[in-house]
C-alpha cells in the first residue's frame, strides 16, 4: 500500500542482471525490451532457493522475502538506474524473479 492505494507487481521477463555500486547505493541493469518502466517506481526481487512469490516474509513466514532492489532514477535507451538500493539486495541475477512494483 502507498498512501492507501494498492501496489500492483509484475514479473520482468527475461530478467536482468542487476549491477550494484555499494559504494553509491546505486544499481543499473539493461532496459527490458518490452517492460513498460517509469521513474519512481520501485524494482524488488526474491531470492533464489524460495517459491518465486513476493510477498512479506513478516507477515508469511514460510514465504519468499521481499528485497528492495532500488528505485528508478533513470531510463535510457538501453539502461535503468536505480537507487534506494536494499542492504541485502545481490549483483547479478541470482533472484528467482525480478518485479516491477507500481501503483495503480
Do not use: E
Amino acid at each position: 500500500m502507498n498512501n492507501g492505494v494498492p501496489d500492483t507487481v509484475y514479473t520482468i521477463n527475461p530478467q536482468p542482471a542487476v549491477i550494484i555500486d555499494r559504494n553509491k547505493w546505486t544499481a543499473s541493469f539493461a532496459k527490458p525490451k518490452y517492460a513498460s518502466l517509469t521513474t519512481g517506481q520501485y524494482i524488488l526481487g526474491c531470492p533464489t532457493g524460495k517459491s518465486g512469490h513476493f510477498w512479506d516474509q513478516g507477515m508469511n513466514p514460510s514465504g519468499c522475502p521481499t528485497i528492495q532492489l532500488g528505485r528508478i532514477t533513470k531510463i535510457t535507451a538501453d539502461s535503468v538506474y536505480l537507487s534506494n538500493v536494499g542492504l541485502n539486495a545481490i549483483t547479478g541475477q541470482g533472484y528467482d524473479n525480478i518485479f516491477l512494483s507500481t501503483v495503480k
